[in-house]
């Protein structure tokens, strides 16, 4: 079956503009989750989507936002870009019920975002 | 709280001899935890798995990782490394509260020199 698809893979930003990047997961998974690669920070959580509903929320600013469709797409934004969100944004999805499933994730290839 | 250590940023190794990446993770449940490889520029793919079933887990690409409760660890190894297996690898704790909360490790950087 299809793997998670991110989109766009690449763009390019100027300070104060925003953005929005899309997610969406495996046929079937109702969780999706975002993280923001840095080289100097890693991999960090900022959110965890399920039914529509933000189940878990990471230590970011209120810039960064997202939500979750009933076909369980997801969108996240981040508005008043700064140069520090430059970052590869990784999206996640999963089946999201304990019990069921084990936190397994599966990744998409990431959205590349350069904010100059 | 959860945390994941991983006790080395860079590990270089020759082609064909063991590979060992390090973790220890801290849990205040019963976790799952994982190790996953990134390449360049891609994302994230699941190496392995420990879902509190056998302690000696099994993976993908002749990685194999063992948990020890009573240290806390959960360590990769290969018997033998590939020029392919250069890239970085995240030990990762995920237990759900209400909703899964996954916590990454920095990441090792595994080097394979021919």
């Known amino acids: 079956k299809a793997g998670v698809t991110q989109t766009p893979r690449y763009l390019i930003k100027t300070r104060g503009q925003q953005v929005t990047l899309s997610c969406s997961p495996i046929?079937?998974?109702?969780?999706v989750s975002w993280y923001q690669q840095t080289p100097g920070q890693g991999l960090q959580f900022l959110f965890e989507?399920?039914?529509?509903?933000?189940?878990n929320k990471g230590n970011f600013p209120g810039r960064f936002s997202g939500r979750q469709f009933s076909n369980s797409r997801s969108e996240m934004n981040v508005s008043t870009l700064e140069l520090g969100d430059s970052a590869l944004y990784l999206c996640?999805?999963?089946?999201?019920?304990?019990?069921?499933?084990?936190?397994?994730?599966?990744f998409g290839e990431g959205s590349r975002l350069t904010v100059l | 709280a959860q945390s994941v250590t991983q006790l080395d940023s860079h590990v270089s190794v020759s082609e064909g001899t063991p590979v060992l990446l390090r973790c220890n993770y801290s849990?205040?449940?019963?976790?799952?935890l994982f190790w996953y490889v990134q390449h360049p520029n891609k994302g994230l793919q699941l190496l392995l798995k420990?879902?509190?079933?056998?302690?000696l887990v099994k993976g993908i690409n002749g990685f194999e990782a063992e948990f020890k409760k009573s240290e806390t660890s959960f360590h990769l190894t290969k018997p033998s490394a590939h020029m392919s297996d250069a890239a970085e690898y995240f030990c990762?704790?995920?237990?759900?509260?209400?909703?899964?909360?996954?916590?990454f490790g920095a990441g090792t950087r595994l080097f394979v020199k021919a």
């Open positions: 420990y879902t509190s079933a056998a302690t």
């Open positions: 849990s205040s449940y019963s976790p799952s």
């Open positions: 046929s079937g998974h109702r969780s």
């Open positions: 996640a999805s999963s089946a999201g019920l304990a019990g069921t499933n084990t936190g397994e994730l599966f």
């Open positions: 989507y399920f039914s529509e509903t933000q189940r």
């Open positions: 990762v704790v995920s237990d759900f509260t209400g909703g899964f909360k996954t916590i």
